[in-house]
């Protein structure tokens, strides 16, 4: 309720169920719900909670958390006592952990079918989750798809992908099991952009957490993750989204909410509006735009802050920013909503910038 949003983010194409993720609606019409992984180490309690402070102040809304053995079920259930988000168990190979972090205080399960143990193993946590009243997302994997379907040298793998969840999905649902999310990564961009098309067409009932699967560091994986992600969020596919970094998971939370900001979904942080500049601009803008950029990186207010480096093009191209800048020579006009408010020395800039936007 903190976040803003606009009344485009609360319609997916696909008409998807609701799922709650500890208070979390996901799913039916609710807005994309940002989430990341915590990498803290899995069996401290501080480490993790601390992570999620950090994941929580930069918007993250749902945190799921690696037990990758038995004994760090104790460090799960400390976690999920005491964090401000819902915390998702990931759990691979071992079904009884699963289900005992159902019993901890888990608000979600994420396992694939394909490496939990067989359908025996699967309804044992399919009772423990419905126990628990909580949903399991279903994640299928290029890597650990069931080997005849696998062998089905006539599908692609898109194809596969969707085969594979909508067989788990029928099976879940045919026991009596309804709470489900799904997801099928791939780390090939247009590859997990069909398999997601195909999910849509094939279960649009079903909640979808989208996302890139090991997309890379930040710079290629913002760009593989934004361009695959954005696609399906414009077709209305996606309930909720990680962008998967090699880097601090909080980076990823600048990555979603910017996406998120660019494909009008929802607004949560600024937005900086700077040129490219050319040979017109006669300030440091380059070096003024990223020192704009850190200091508002900060603020939890929708803005749009436009840094300009000349009048030429500058209050006219940035009329619709909230407050911005204009540079010449050696000095800046501040405007607001495109209206001159102030003009300053070239140094003063920033500061300027900064005391405007305190008083909007
Ligand atoms: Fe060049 Fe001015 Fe446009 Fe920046 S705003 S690119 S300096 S014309």
Not at 37 to 64: K, P, T, Y
Not at 150 to 165: F, N, V
Request: a negative charge; one cysteine or more.
């Amino acid at each position: 309720a903190a976040f803003s949003s606009t009344p485009d983010a609360t319609r997916p194409n696909q008409k998807t169920h609701q799922v709650m993720v500890g208070n979390v609606p996901l799913g039916g019409g609710a807005p994309v719900v940002v989430q990341s992984m915590l990498n803290a180490q899995a069996d401290s309690v501080e480490e993790n909670l601390a992570q999620i402070q950090r994941l929580a102040d930069a918007g993250c809304e749902v945190v799921r958390m690696a037990i990758p053995r038995r004994n760090c079920l104790d460090t799960f259930q400390a976690v999920c006592e005491a964090s401000p988000l819902p915390v998702v168990a990931d759990v691979h190979f071992d079904a009884t952990i699963a289900i005992e972090a159902a019993r901890r205080g888990a608000a979600k399960l994420r396992i694939n079918p394909g490496n939990i143990g067989g359908l025996a193993k699967t309804d044992a946590v399919l009772d423990a989750a419905g126990e628990a009243g909580i949903p399991i997302r279903i994640g299928v994997n290029a890597g650990s798809l069931d080997q005849q379907l696998a062998a089905r040298s006539y599908l692609t793998l898109p194809q596969k992908l969707a085969a594979s969840a909508r067989q788990y999905v029928e099976y879940c649902e045919g026991r009596g099991f309804h709470d489900l999310v799904v997801s099928a990564k791939a780390h090939d961009v247009m590859a997990t952009v069909r398999t997601y098309r195909q999910l849509a067409h094939d279960i649009p009932h079903i909640p979808l957490h989208i996302g890139i699967t090991e997309a890379g560091t930040t710079f290629q994986g913002v760009i593989k993750s934004a361009s695959g992600l954005g696609i399906l969020l414009e077709q209305g596919i996606g309930d909720t989204m990680r962008i998967s970094l090699t880097d601090d998971p909080v980076t990823e939370m600048r990555a979603c909410w910017t996406l998120l900001g660019a494909l009008d979904l929802r607004r949560r942080n600024p937005e900086l509006i700077s040129c490219p500049t050319c040979g017109r601009c006669q300030v440091n803008l380059i070096g003024l735009a990223n020192e704009v950029e850190q200091r508002i990186s900060g603020l939890n207010k929708p803005l749009k802050v436009a840094v300009m480096g000349c009048v030429v093009n500058g209050p006219g191209e940035a009329a619709d920013a909230d407050i911005g800048v204009a540079c010449g020579k050696g000095a800046g006009i501040v405007f607001r909503h495109g209206k001159t408010v102030r003009k300053v020395e070239e140094s003063a800039i920033v500061d300027a910038l900064m005391e405007e936007i305190k008083e909007l």
